[in-house]
């Protein structure tokens, strides 16, 4: 098990696609934009892929960032490595922090890597470069059990943009990279910065299931503690997509949460987040309903972990942009408010350290959950689905004040009356 630090638990991080984050699409937009962002309470800018991008069977009209031509270089028409550079140096000058993704899955179909060392590359039964999954057909899979070279190649590139200040990398499909590598890799680094942070993207359950039933290795979400100090909460993320379908009720997704507590090392650090880059805007899934929109963010920032904001979630955004072609976010309400509210509250020792507890309401749609400490407890009440009623909770009887609002909260007969406005209650022991 690493020795993470369970003061993960209250970081914020900023996810941002820089080329569709302005008009302009460069570093210097994002630079000009870090005091609003730092405004909201975020701790960390995390940026999706920022080299070049491979053109051989590109998808879209741009390419995917996760097609990666070379590790080496970082995009021109971002800026440049220059121009990263003091995007590092701007956002460590905010007091905050930043992290990049890695990428080391698979290259494009015309990287530097493939033309250089084919013999780096995954064969299929024909023994033709390809890749595992069908449907990414704009890459080639690297394949680590033919040359050790490829490790020293890749740590090289981890060791150089950490040395450029870069304070944390996101790894992309991490379980499907051997952990020996991530285990030298983290060591490598920490050589470099002591208090460097690993965030692994652990895949669906299904995916890694589905990958071992191929013959591939394929790390399960447990597996990756021993390396990472953060994992996405992919484990329980298709709960709350078919709660959101339709097909299921909320509860299967909150009794992941509590299993959550139950099979992950006792430090282990999840980020909640409810869209990013891969994932369907919470706007566009309950149909720009603000309340609902509210309740699900801060639902998401109430979990025990680390949370995600998605560039335009403090918009209540429906628009997710594309990964391949040009596409701005759009801005329906501004959030930013509540937000900072919940990054403040986040912050506190309680959220890192405090017993937490996800009760199953009787009422379907509503999310209730506690964290506690030996003097105080936060008590969380999320109307997922706006309906009206009342549920059982584990707070004395009297009149208490909803952190979020300043709206007076009843509690009588240990039942509180629901609200559309999410409720956030301090009870002092």
Known sequence: ?????????????????????????????????????????????????????GEKNKKGSLGCPYSIQDYSKVRDELGGLSEFQRLVDAVHAKKMKIMMDIVFNHTSRDSVFLKEHPEWFFKNESNEISNR????????????TRDKNLWFELLNILVFYARLGVDGYRCDVASMVPIEFWK?????????????IWLSESVHGGHCKNMRDQGYNC????????????????????????????????????EGLRRQDEIYPKNYVKLHNIENHDIERIA?????????????????????????????TEYASDIL???????????????????????????????????????IPKIDGVAYQKFSSSDEEYHGIFNLAKIDGEIDV????????????GKQVKVTNKKVKLKFDPIIIKVKK
Do not use: C
Request: charged share 25%.
């Open 1 to 53: 098990m690493k020795n993470t630090s369970i003061k993960l638990r209250n970081l914020v991080i900023y996810q941002i696609y820089v080329r569709n984050f302005s008009e302009e699409g460069k570093f210097q937009n994002v630079i000009d934009d870090l005091d609003r962002i730092k405004s909201l309470g975020v701790d960390y800018i995390y940026l999706l892929p920022i080299h070049p991008i």
């Open 133 to 144: 999954v069908g449907d990414w057909w704009d890459v080639y899979d690297l394949d680590y």
């Open 184 to 196: 030298l890799a983290t060591k490598q680094v920490k050589k470099v910065n002591p208090k460097f």
């Open 219 to 254: 790390a399960s979400e447990s597996e990756m503690y021993q390396v990472f100090d953060m994992a996405y909460d992919y484990d329980i993320e298709p709960y709350m997509q078919e709660y959101l379908n339709g097909s299921i009720s909320l509860k299967p997704y909150l």
């Open 284 to 312: 566009k899934r309950v149909n720009n309903d603000i309340d609902k929109i509210k309740n699900w963010v801060s639902f998401m920032f109430m979990q025990k972990g680390a949370a995600m904001l998605y560039m335009g």
């Open 321 to 359: 942009p594309s990964l391949f072609d040009k596409e701005l976010f759009n801005k329906n309400q501004d959030l930013s408010s509540l937000i900072t509210k919940l990054a403040k509250l986040k912050k506190r020792r309680i959220f890192a350290e405090g017993i937490y507890n996800v009760f």
């Open 394 to 405: 584990d707070i004395p009887d009297g009149n208490y004040r909803n952190y979020l609002t």
